[in-house]
């Protein structure tokens, strides 16, 4: 794939696709990242003589007109990140958004409405992908998190017009290959969550590549059940024990080192601050419930780190939303953060749990990358191709 350096944007119409899906309360964004990050891209179109105008989603309106998701309501954040007017055009195509991209001057950028109010935008329609083409001379797409999707503002504007990566997009795929394409070993992956079954093509996926593969949160207590230890209460797949066994049996064959917690938080109670214990993980009682892994496991996970050259995250440890449960998550969290600082150990973080709990660690600034996508890296992590990557390449 191409980038902004090797394009002549000067005087060119730049049609920009961007993840500005952002979290919104009463119609106010309550978390601003995604739109921070595009700044960049939108930047350096403009300073190579570019006029730009978004393209993007908002929520899922599944091709209706939904008011409540016009990224009308983004614009003044946009403004804002970027310090320069913003021009809302109320249709994605067509006249609304030609009068509006005509009407912009300046480094005025032209924001067009969601995309998604179009049903020909997540069938990759074609003809929806030349009316857009028709408003712009180039394509560049800085859209990692929605790349999973093949849609006609992603995959199908690829093919209409001279393409490239933005600056986030560039970014995300460069820490990506570092992490799991060509990374420097060991490469350690920490993978948590509640369910072995949402994850399952990711940790056949990652068993294969990487050296150490340290599962934590619900998901480890179906491995518990699966190597038949009793989890009480605890959430566990039991269905899913012998698919487990089956990870464990690919993972040995391919030289992953599997880390399980080896004592564990448990509890009566699912809510925080819930009276708890810390007993070896073959150890819960029948009427107790695991709520994070135990310090021997974050000790352990600790020595990983401080072999490893390469962290790959995604998932939390434990009940991280529920304190005290969140301890293994945290100290995991600044663990990495502090070898990353050291200069020891490159990390990466995506999946927006993941990205909530490195916050709350205050680990996350210290991460080497905190990829902004959700779903679009976890397809990545399953050794998925994405959609509007591969149209990228041609
Ligand atoms: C996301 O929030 O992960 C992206 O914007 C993609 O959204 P989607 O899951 O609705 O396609």
């Known amino acids: 794939w191409k980038t902004l350096d090797d394009m002549d944007l000067s005087g060119k119409t730049v049609l920009t696709r961007v993840d500005i899906n952002v979290p919104m309360e009463n119609g106010v964004v309550t978390d601003a990242t995604r739109i921070e990050k595009i700044v960049p891209t939108v930047k350096d179109i403009q300073a190579k003589g570019g006029r730009v105008v978004l393209l993007a989603h908002f929520d899922r309106p599944k091709g209706k007109v939904v008011p409540e998701m016009s990224l009308g309501h983004v614009k003044d954040a946009l403004a804002a990140a970027l310090g320069s ?14 009068a509006a991209i005509a009407s912009a001057s300046g480094d005025a950028v032209v924001l067009l409405e969601n995309t998604r109010f179009h049903a020909g935008e997540e069938k990759n329609d074609e003809a929806l992908a030349r009316e857009m083409a028709a408003l712009g001379d180039v394509f560049v797409n800085d859209a990692f998190s929605a790349a999973h999707r093949a849609h006609a503002s992603t995959a199908g504007l690829a093919h209409l017009l001279p393409s490239a990566a933005g600056r986030l997009m560039a970014a995300e795929l460069k820490a990506l290959e570092a992490a799991l394409g060509t990374p420097v070993r060991p490469v350690v992956a920490v993978v948590g969550g509640a369910k072995v079954s949402t994850k399952l093509d990711l940790l056949g996926n990652l068993v294969t590549k990487v050296d150490h593969l340290v599962i934590g949160g619900g998901m480890a207590n179906t491995f518990l059940v699966a190597q038949g230890i009793e989890v009480g209460k605890s959430l566990a797949e039991r269905d899913m024990a012998d698919t487990a066994r089956e990870i464990l049996a690919k993972a040995a064959a391919a030289g992953c080192t599997i880390h399980l917690p080896v004592d564990v938080v448990v509890a009566r109670d699912f809510k925080a601050h819930a009276a708890h214990e810390t007993v070896a993980a073959n150890a819960c009682p029948a009427d107790a419930m695991i709520l994070d892994a135990g310090p021997r496991s974050v000790a352990a996970i600790e020595a990983v780190f401080a072999q490893a050259k390469t962290l790959i995250w995604n998932g939390p440890l434990g009940a991280f939303e529920l304190e005290p449960f969140d301890a293994a998550t945290n100290a995991a969290a600044r663990a990495a953060a502090a070898a990353t600082k050291a200069g020891t150990l ?40 994405l959609p509007g990557v591969a149209a990228l390449n041609g």
């Open 85 to 98: 007017p913003v021009v809302f055009a109320t249709d994605c195509i067509g006249e609304p958004a030609k």
């Open 346 to 385: 490159v990390s990466v973080a995506g999946g927006g749990d993941t990205v909530a709990a490195l916050n709350k660690a205050g680990a996350a600034d210290d991460f080497s990358f905190i990829s902004t996508a959700g779903g679009a890296f976890l397809e990545w992590m399953e050794g998925k191709e």
